[in-house]
């Protein structure tokens, strides 16, 4: 089992910076990918950007050059920096997690995003 919990989330104007974490706990292997994702009221889930074990990171192009992410040492905390925040950007923002062998995916509670113009 995998545990995720975000954190980091609040009210902030456009312009702005925020920064999420997402802290994971339990049977965390050495190869896994770790993602963000948001869900603004009444829309789809969005993916949001992504980083793998291995250093890699991908970014949705809504978010390219604004938002990082990022993870600590021990790969167990994920981060997100976003910079320049726009009122579009408002979600609940919550991350996922997915490693070789698990019986299925994790992802956590969500952390709320609010962007005010």
């Known amino acids: 089992q995998v545990q995720l919990v975000e954190s980091g989330g609040g009210l902030v104007q456009a312009g702005k910076s925020l920064t999420l974490s997402c802290a994971a706990s339990g049977s965390i292997g050495s190869i896994n990918v770790m993602s963000w994702y948001r869900q603004a009221p009444g829309k789809q889930h969005e993916w949001v950007a992504t980083?793998?074990?291995?250093?890699?990171?991908n970014y949705a192009d809504s978010v390219k050059g604004r938002f990082t992410i990022s993870r600590d040492n021990a790969g167990k905390i994920l981060s997100l920096q976003m910079h320049s925040l726009k009122p579009e950007d408002t979600a609940l923002y919550f991350c996922?997690?997915?490693?070789?062998?698990?019986?299925?995916?994790?992802r956590g509670q969500g952390t709320q995003v609010t962007v005010s113009s």
């Open positions: 980083s793998s074990s291995s250093g890699v990171t």
């Open positions: 996922t997690f997915v490693q070789p062998g698990a019986a299925h995916d994790y």
